[in-house]
């Protein structure tokens, strides 16, 4: 099985020693994203869950876009969170970009912190 190392050059800029996604046969594997700015990873959108999950669903699609997919073929997520009290309102905005009937399968990890201070981090595992 081919592994290719993707960084996605109009993608968000990474705030570790990481490729935005790898791939391997017909699977991407991208890296959790972090609701910092697009062009800078060392400040949270927002300190609102709503805003930070946004964000993150931003940043997820422009790494699925950069590497010839997009969220129709997210297989999986996993989402990170560090106060489970902001569940239900992360869940409302990260189930707005998905179909109700094409839903990823997912597990939500409780987290005692996160990068750059952030509530959310997610990842996904998707298709070509």
């Known amino acids: 099985m081919d592994i290719n190392y993707l960084t996605v050059p109009d993608g968000p800029l990474k705030v570790g020693p990481f490729s935005h996604a790898v791939r391997a046969g017909d699977f991407l594997f991208i890296t959790g994203q972090m609701p910092t700015l697009k062009n800078d990873n060392s400040k949270l959108v927002s300190d609102r869950i709503e ?61 005692t912190g996160l990068a750059v201070g952030a509530s959310v981090e997610i990842d996904f595992i998707a298709g070509i």
């Open 51 to 111: 805003e930070q999950t946004h964000q993150v669903m931003k940043n997820l699609i422009d790494v699925l876009k950069g590497c010839g997919s997009s969220l129709d073929k997210v297989i999986f997520a996993k989402v990170y969170l560090v106060n489970f009290q902001d569940f239900d309102k992360m869940n409302k905005v990260y189930s707005s970009y998905f179909s109700k009937d094409k839903l990823p399968a997912r597990t939500c990890i409780g987290v």
